[in-house]
């Protein structure tokens, strides 16, 4: 489309037209917002993980100081109904295929007859500030009735457990299977087999910016509008419109600058809804800003899978048969029903050829927080699974790790390859191009090589040092549908004007497809205006969730502005009196090729696109020149890395250093390498995070014990080493620019590229790390489980 | 996370303030760093009637050495101290503590008297004052009184200091300069509060320990001295095999906690392990 | 009721004066009553350093103050970094080294920061990641922002404007 001689913007690491605002203390969150008359929210949250309501009493509370309204989920209820209970619809292609069970409870707004977690709101205040609003808070009056917790995932689904949502009967709200080939068969027949359980525990994304919504209601124009630090601003909006029953066209939801959500903020809460309702009762806008104790304990968590695997493998260290059966606890409530543990049973056979595979998975409610999508979204359970069974084999064969993985890895030529088993949006899985045997050499060399490590590894043993490596491969799919919209609109001004409903939380959106839009119309970044996460600014969107939005905006502004090309050299050879097909875009202008003099600017085509007297349209064509399109991805892209980590274990104190930590990736076509870099390290950090600081710890009662950042601890810059990184690039066969998703990536391999080394450093010791965080006193107690288990060797003694 | 109403004085004198004290009968607290008060206020885990702030009384916060004994003002900011030349020069042992303290920005604000007084078992300044035998100046209506280390810590977040007493100053003696010292501290990530830490000082004449003394943090509730640990080191010398022993003794001789962080029996492998690297390192510092 | 407090403090070098009631956090009442929201809330419990301002020329948490405590303080936020829009070498440094992402921990870290490299002028990236271990960061994984000051500790040491 464009002239080829200019040097493109994507591929350059261009420096991100966001910092201006933010360096300056310029930015706008959404705790910034400042509206005349504005009141301010808090929430009354359950002390008790399971208890019937029996009495709310808000008369005290109502009679504090600057208090505007108090509210409890009994009078709510009348009011408002529950959320609705499908965030994320399935396609019919996955339900048809897919044997699955599923239930979904409805979370309430306010929680009205029962509590079901530790955090579960059942009361609103709203005063004329935030401290006021607290102190009326703490003189709301409930009485509980408590009931046995559920804290077990197992426990949960004894017959004599305690019932989360009684309507139900159970508390098993999902069961899905999937199968390829015969797992059990290929089990048997295998020479030999291993049996392990695997759990990765919780932990959440916890972003440095809590949640918050601010609702105002123009009397005037009957329409609400919503700013929520949220990634999914036109779920909010319609969900919104329908709980209060208002028109889309009067509900506009904006997300400001965001700080960080990885997740979190990636579906619609029950605060999205109500703060609306409340600035609409009470005509004057309602500002919410969750505190950091409230994050803990009412922001979703995630992960929380116990996986039992039986593996059959062969003498070579070839896996034959994969069989996991396993429990996802997923808290009181389920928002994004079987999205995360679908993920997990996608992701099992990662890069690895594996013919005979079976995975069993069931959702558990329990009286914890929630449990929704964080950063890999179920994909770093499943690699805790399958590298740790890596590893065993290589153990159990006496080869090295990285050897067992060659011998299953898919080859490049076998490219593109059929998983055998469907993608959650349907579509059956195939890995789209890549090589995650050169992946894995590459990780492997940024780390120093591994015959140099073993060289390093013997000598330090023998000074009574332990060092160990562990690795971790995964393959991803991203850029998932249903879809993604892009409006491109050129202005008289000669600007480019996009919007879309992908919402940025710091990705550097308004860099990067500044540079896509340059590229395709032939025109300077700067001359691109960007509008994200503002309903008013595009009809319909999805919203930036599961690594997406580089593959799925680019593609809708490419196809947008296929369409509108068409239309703009029409108008163009109009003004130019030419042919469409003689002509080119050029910095700017529309130009007949070969004729550098004879061009018009892109202002003056819009101008002419005008309607009324005096257009310069040819006949035939509409007036505008805008195009919308709405991109429906025909399945996921396949990214894939591989991270080494050389650690240092302390067997004295059980401390862990990582002493070095490498990537190779690889998401296909690049547009800002400087912008990729800093997802794969900043993902990286978190799931060094969640391997070896990050947990929610609950006690038998259902108590959260983790309810401030002293007690869930992420981690800082002198927790983690500098990380190295590789880069691969096998372009995307399914998008126009062959991009693919990475947003997510690198918090998928850290927690068992960790768990890996630490077992390495430990081999002598015999010990094994299944469970996930790693922590220090584990590593003791592993040691002297291991001497025992030496000294038994050595006098010939069973431990 | 904001605290609940509370009267705010904030008086010019020490006697203005212990007769503030005296007049809130235990409801009230002094805000001196407030790094430890206003998180738990900002939780409502104390909801006070009344902050005395004492950052408006004049000279509270100095660093004198006194024939031997250095003397610190009770509202000396932890980030003086860490960079006072008095301190590097006759309290090593109290610069490689205070470097584990938080972080900067915490230790721009905290004191050397407010974290003696808040006595956290997981704090590093308390144990500073156990090893080398410390002592503080407590005021109250009835005037002053010296409380040595010993005498001071007597619980979780307690101490011997009555309702309406405060810290006034804080005396350590300084270090002999052929002593040896070391700190060595497990805590998750750097700056966090100690799950374990041991502080040692050791002198030698030749062969022997003519004395020897260990501190403890973060294992206990308070932080206690290891004594029966000392007597071996001053009885047997600075030996491989008596450090051996004497960390052996050490982890006998504590009542660990147990929590989130570590279990008893975590705690007190490391009170082995953390001894003997402190006593190895203390005993090479010449 | 409390007796609301004055507090007359300086601001990036401005003079304020506004009453507040004593329990008024530091943190808000630079966000709230003085409308300098360049500074950010992350924990309200000190822990996260989002909320770090200079006080006296010293890096505090200023979720952990009491707005009371600042009657009398110069005070130094974000929105004092640049002069006349122009942005001070470590701005420069973070933005041609992609030291922020979502930018809401970056107040925060650059405040860290003055202080750090007044104390260090030269220091070394191990040095530089232990000072800001002090903060916590979601996005970027900490290696930019380590790139960030020690090119701006470069630039610093040059120029020997501040």
Not at chain 1, 589 to 617: E, F, S, T, Y
Not at chain 1, 653 to 669: L, P, S
Not at chain 2, 239 to 248: L, R, S
Request: overall charge negative; charged content about 20%; proline content about 6%.
């Amino acid at each position: 489309m464009a002239e080829p001689s200019r040097m493109p913007y994507v591929g350059r690491s261009m420096l991100r037209r966001e910092d201006r605002r933010l360096l300056l203390g310029e930015g706008q969150y959404v705790g910034d917002l400042q509206l005349p008359r504005m009141l301010h929210a808090a929430f009354v949250r359950s002390p008790m993980a399971h208890a019937r309501i029996r009495s709310v009493d808000l008369a005290r509370a109502a009679a504090a100081p600057g208090v505007a309204l108090v509210l409890s989920g009994t009078e709510l209820a009348q009011l408002l109904p529950t959320i609705p209970d499908h965030q994320v619809s399935l396609p019919s292609k996955w339900r048809t295929a897919v044997r699955h069970h599923i239930l979904n409870p409805q979370q309430a707004l306010l929680a009205a007859d029962k509590v079901r977690h530790v955090g579960e709101a059942f009361a609103v205040v709203v005063a004329e500030s935030r401290y006021a609003a607290e102190d009326a808070a703490a003189l709301v009056e409930a009485q509980f009735d408590p009931l046995p917790a559920v804290v077990d995932p197992e426990d949960g689904l004894r017959p004599s457990a305690p019932i989360v949502h009684e309507q139900f009967g159970t508390n098993l709200i999902c069961e899905l299977a999937v199968a390829k080939g015969d797992a059990e068969g290929a089990l048997r027949d295998a020479p030999h087999r291993l049996q392990r359980r695997f759990h990765h525990h919780r932990y959440a994304a916890l972003p440095i910016e809590c949640r918050g919504v601010v609702g105002a209601y123009d009397a005037r124009t009957h329409s609400l509008t919503i700013w929520s630090a949220t990634q999914v601003v036109h779920w909010v909006r319609r969900e919104v419109a329908a709980t209060l029953g208002m028109p889309e066209a009067r509900v506009r939801c904006v997300a400001l600058d965001v700080g960080g959500g990885f997740g979190v903020k990636g579906h619609v809460y029950p605060e999205d809804l109500l703060i609306p309702f409340l600035a609409r009762r009470l005509g004057r806008p309602v500002k919410w800003i969750e505190d950091r104790h409230e994050h803990l304990m009412c922001s979703c968590h995630s992960r929380d899978q116990i996986h039992d695997v039986e593996i059959g493998f062969d003498g070579d260290g070839r896996i034959r048969a994969f069989h996991d059966r396993f429990l996802v606890d997923c808290g009181a409530f389920n928002p994004i029903g079987s999205g995360a543990m679908y993920n997990t049973i996608a992701h099992l056979i990662g890069p690895y050829r594996i013919d005979h595979f079976a995975a069993e998975a069931k959702i558990v409610a329990t009286n914890k927080v929630p449990n929704a999508p964080y950063r890999g979204a179920g994909r770093p359970e499943a690699a805790l699974v399958t590298e740790r069974v890596m590893d065993l084999i290589a153990a159990r064969l006496e080869l090295e790790p990285a050897e067992v993985r060659r011998r299953n890895m898919i080859r490049p030529e076998e490219m593109p390859y059929h998983l055998g088993i469907l993608y959650r949006d349907g579509e059956p899985i195939i890995y789209d191009g890549g090589d995650y045997p050169a992946a894995l050499e590459k990780a492997l060399i940024a780390v120093g090589g591994l015959a140099a490590f073993r060289r390093r590894q013997s000598e330090a043993r023998r000074e009574g040092r332990h060092l160990g490596i562990g690795i971790g491969c995964y393959t991803e799919g991203t850029g998932a549908g249903p879809f993604e919209g892009a409006t491109v609109r050129i202005e008289p001004s000669g600007k480019i004007f996009v919007a879309s409903g992908a919402c940025p939380q710091g990705q550097g959106m308004e860099t990067i497809f500044s540079q896509i839009v340059a590229d395709i119309w032939s025109v300077e970044p700067e001359d691109v205006v960007i509008s994200l996460a503002d309903t008013a600014a595009i009809p319909m969107g999805f919203g930036t969730i599961a690594s997406r939005s580089t593959v799925t905006l680019s593609a809708a502004i490419h196809h947008a502005s296929e369409r509108l090309r068409k239309k703009t050299f029409a108008i163009a050879a109009n003004l130019l009196e030419c042919g469409s097909e003689d002509l080119e875009l050029r910095n700017g202008m529309v130009g007949v090729i070969g004729v550098p003099g004879m061009a018009v600017p892109l202002g003056k085509v819009a101008q002419a696109a005008r309607p009324g007297w005096d257009h310069g349209r040819p006949p035939g064509v509409k007036a505008g020149l805008d195009e919308t399109y709405y991109w429906e991805p025909p399945t996921v892209t396949w990214s894939y890395a591989v991270h080494a980590a050389i650690v240092e274990v302390d067997v004295g104190t059980g401390g862990i250093k990582i002493e070095r930590y490498a990537v190779a990736h690889d998401c296909g076509v690049v547009v800002n390498p400087m912008l990729v870099e800093g997802q794969i390290i900043g993902g990286t950090v978190q799931g060094i995070g969640g391997g070896l600081f990050e947990r929610f710890a609950y006690d038998s009662d259902g108590q959260l014990l983790t309810g401030s950042l002293m007690d869930y601890m992420m981690p800082t810059a002198s927790d983690v080493p500098d990380i190295a990184l590789a880069h691969q690039h096998s372009p995307s066969p399914l998008n126009p620019l062959g991009v693919k998703g990475l947003g997510e990536g690198g918090a998928i391999a850290p927690p068992v590229a960790i768990a890996n080394a630490v077992a390495d450093a430990l081999a002598p010791f015999r010990a094994e790390f299944n469970v996930t965080p790693i922590m220090p006193e584990q590593i003791v107690a592993a040691v002297r489980q291991g001497a025992v288990k030496n000294t038994h060797t050595q006098l010939g003694v069973q431990p | 996370m904001k605290p609940a109403i509370f009267e705010y004085h904030a008086p010019t004198t020490i006697d203005a303030a212990i007769g503030l004290l005296a007049r809130y009968q235990g409801e009230a607290r002094l805000l001196a760093g407030g790094q430890s008060l206003l998180p738990m206020m900002n939780f409502r885990l104390v909801s006070p009637a009344a902050i005395i702030d004492l950052n408006r009384i004049p000279d509270l916060a100095y660093i004198r050495n006194e024939n031997g004994t250095v003397r610190l003002g009770a509202m000396t900011r932890q980030r003086t101290v860490e960079f006072s030349p008095i301190v590097a020069k006759y309290l090593p042992l109290l610069v490689e503590a205070i470097k584990f303290v938080a972080h900067l920005p915490i230790r721009s604000r905290g004191t050397i008297g407010g974290s003696i007084a808040h006595a956290d078992p997981a704090a590093e300044l308390p144990m500073v004052l156990q090893a080398l035998e410390g002592e503080v100046v407590a005021r109250g209506p009835a005037g002053e009184r010296l409380i040595k280390a010993t005498d001071l810590f007597q619980g979780l977040l307690t101490t011997s200091l009555a309702p309406d007493e405060m810290i006034v100053e804080v005396r350590l003696a300084a270090i002999p300069a052929h002593a040896g010292c070391a700190v060595e501290e497990f805590a998750r990530r750097r700056g966090d509060f100690a799950i374990a830490a041991v502080a040692a000082v050791v002198e030698r004449a030749g062969e022997r320990c003519i004395k020897a003394r260990l501190a403890t943090a973060g294992i206990g509730s308070t932080s206690v001295r290891l004594t029966a640990a000392e007597a071996i080191l001053e009885r047997d010398g600075l030996g491989d095999t008596v450090i051996e022993e004497a960390a052996a003794k050490a982890a006998e001789m504590v009542s660990p906690l147990s929590d989130q962080q570590a279990s008893v029996e975590y705690r007190r492998h490391l009170t082995r392990v953390l001894t003997e690297r402190a006593l190895r390192r203390a005993r090479s510092i010449h | 009721m409390p007796e609301p407090i004055t507090v007359r403090v300086t601001v990036n070098g401005k003079r304020f004066e506004q009453t507040c009631e004593p329990r008024k956090l530091l943190v808000d009442f630079l966000r709230e009553d003085l409308g300098l929201t360049g500074t950010h809330v992350g924990c309200e419990h000190g822990v996260c350093g989002a909320c770090t301002i200079l006080f006296n020329g010293e890096a505090v948490r200023s979720c952990i103050m009491l707005a009371v405590q600042a009657d009398g303080a110069e005070l130094g936020t974000i929105e004092g970094l640049a002069e006349d829009g122009e942005f001070h070498p470590l701005q420069q440094a973070f933005h041609e080294n992609h030291g922020l992402q979502c930018g809401f921990c970056t107040p925060g870290v650059l405040m860290l920061a003055l202080d750090f490299l007044r104390l260090n002028p030269s220091p070394t990236d191990q040095e530089i990641r232990e000072a800001i271990s002090a903060v916590l960061c979601r996005c970027t994984g900490y290696r930019d922002i380590v790139r960030s000051i020690a090119a701006a500790a470069g630039k610093m040491r040059t120029a020997r404007t501040r």
